[in-house]
């Protein structure tokens, strides 16, 4: 064998390891991004998945939410007008034709107030009254039988031409919205509950506002989350899963705002 | 191992490899073969063409260079078989029509290349570099499907992606080899051996990832 190579073996050889090196940083290239685009698929799935979850979540305890109001309002409401009803028909005199007469009135008064109670539980009886209403509807109507209980007052508030969202982030939204309210009658010793629905060309938010004692954020900051339950947790999860922004101010004895911020497609944004 | 040993392993390497090749052909873990049938066709046509080639070259028995020639087309044939056979489910009857009339053009002009070269001359590079850059380009078109159009939960569990892979080691590799190995037999450059030498080693990687892919099981697709 020769000892030494010409130069154009040398030429040969040095461009063929070229390409051979060449070719094999391209396969590992196409072997990596193929792995990467699998990945980002699956994860793409699993949010799907994800997201239908908390959308049926979402669905059930809407209507679980809706039975305990209709209860509560049965027996507290609709229950105490009929009695009252029922007492004045079985208290009449006849021999007094005066106290009759007003005892009537009374009665029907008190019957026509339970129809038309009736006649409100009954639109909540639709499990798709979110969608059918849509969200401000549906959030006004639900600040509505709050107002009723007698132990807040409720504001509604809009700002911006109003937007129909996606039916399935509105279900998530109202959903927060009730939980967010749910929290404040359970905890924030609160009297008043505002609620801000502020549409503007890129983005819809929603804060929740009550006068209540307000509570210390430093855990939360810090990632404590636990420290708060499964309530804010979920609520965090559900504003990411519709792509929108959560937050919480509070300030201590002065009352407490959760905002959720959702930025709006092009679409959405032009149709109102 | 002794340099002359290790020389002559080098320079059967074409017989070799393809024989292992085709050994893990016969234990295989998908039994069905299907389209990659011109794959084992084309390991084949290596076996028997180089053995043939080295036998010829050994008892002295005259001139082999046609049987080079006929190992050009043939592979040729197979590959544009094997590439069209993976193309036809996802093209659209006009274009699948239309790459066969292509690769018949290119199969005429690879024979008139061979047939206008002579049969007794040297080794063909004109039509070996025009069957590599062809195998190349199939290579890259369907690394570009697979990019585009990912069907398979894990491209390294596919045959396809393992033959495909080989060929394009090979067929790049070789490239320029190929290109200028009628250049170095034509003005007797001593070293030419040393050259198909590296042929004969490019080789080798091609007919692992052949044995790779007759490894692997069907893949599970994307979800």
Redesign the interface.
């Known amino acids: 064998m020769p000892q030494t190579l010409s130069h154009d073996i040398i030429a040969i050889i040095l461009s063929t390891s070229f390409t051979v090196l060449i070719i094999s940083f391209i396969i590992i290239f196409i072997v990596i991004y193929q792995k990467r685009h699998q990945g980002f698929i699956k994860e793409k799935a699993d949010l799907q998945t994800g997201f239908q979850q908390i959308l049926l979540e979402s669905q059930l305890e809407i209507q679980e939410q809706t039975l305990q109001t209709i209860s509560q309002e049965i027996h507290d409401n609709i229950g105490q007008v009929l009695s009252l009803a029922k007492l004045n028909l079985g208290t009449m005199d006849i021999n007094q034709p005066h106290q009759l007469q007003q005892k009537m009135d009374d009665s029907k008064g008190l019957i026509g107030k339970a129809i038309q109670d009736l006649r409100d539980i009954s639109k909540s009886l639709n499990t798709d009254y979110v969608s059918e209403m849509g969200l401000m509807q549906a959030i006004s109507y639900e600040l509505e039988m709050i107002r009723k209980s007698g132990a807040f007052t409720t504001t509604l508030k809009t700002e911006g031409l109003p937007v129909k969202l996606e039916a399935q982030k509105e279900l998530i939204i109202f959903r927060m919205v009730q939980e967010v309210i749910n929290n404040i009658i359970k905890h924030a010793k609160a009297s008043t509950i505002l609620v801000l629905l502020t549409y503007r060309p890129d983005t819809f938010s929603i804060a929740v506002n009550d006068n209540g004692t307000g509570f210390d954020l430093t855990p939360l900051n810090a990632g404590e989350n636990s420290k708060f339950g499964l309530g804010i947790r979920n609520l965090h999860k559900r504003a990411q899963l519709i792509g929108a922004h959560f937050s919480i101010a509070s300030t201590l004895g002065i009352g407490t705002t959760v905002t959720l911020q959702l930025p709006l497609s092009t679409n959405q944004a032009s149709g109102s | 191992m002794s340099k002359t040993l290790l020389?002559t392993i080098a320079i059967h390497l074409d017989i070799i490899a393809p024989l292992v090749a085709l050994f893990f052909v016969l234990f295989r873990k998908e039994k069905r073969l299907g389209g990659h049938i011109f794959i084992v066709i084309f390991l084949l046509i290596q076996l028997v063409l180089n053995s043939w080639i080295k036998v010829i070259f050994h008892c002295n028995c005259g001139p082999n260079i046609y049987l080079y020639k006929a190992n050009c087309f043939l592979s040729f044939i197979s590959l544009s078989l094997y590439f069209l056979n993976r193309w036809k489910p996802h093209a659209p009857p006009r274009n699948y029509r239309k790459a066969v009339i292509a690769i018949g053009f290119l199969s005429l002009t690879v024979l008139a290349l061979i047939y206008y070269d002579g049969f007794e001359v040297a080794f063909n590079s004109y039509s070996y570099s025009l069957v590599a850059l062809s195998i190349c380009t199939g290579c890259i078109l369907y690394?570009y499907a697979?990019?585009k159009r990912?069907d398979i939960?894990?491209?390294?569990t596919s045959r396809s992606f393992w033959f495909v892979?080989g060929l394009?080691?090979y067929y790049?590799?070789?490239?320029?080899?190929f290109l200028?190995f009628k250049?170095?037999t034509l003005?007797k450059?001593?070293?030419?051996s040393?050259?198909w030498t590296?042929h004969n080693i490019?080789f080798v990687p091609m007919c692992i990832a052949f044995s790779i892919g007759f490894r692997c099981r069907k893949p599970s697709h994307?979800?």
């Open positions: 020389h690394y697979k990019i990912p939960a894990n491209i390294i892979s394009f080691i790049a590799g070789c490239f320029f080899i200028s250049f170095l003005a450059n001593p070293n030419a040393i050259v590296i490019i994307t979800i």
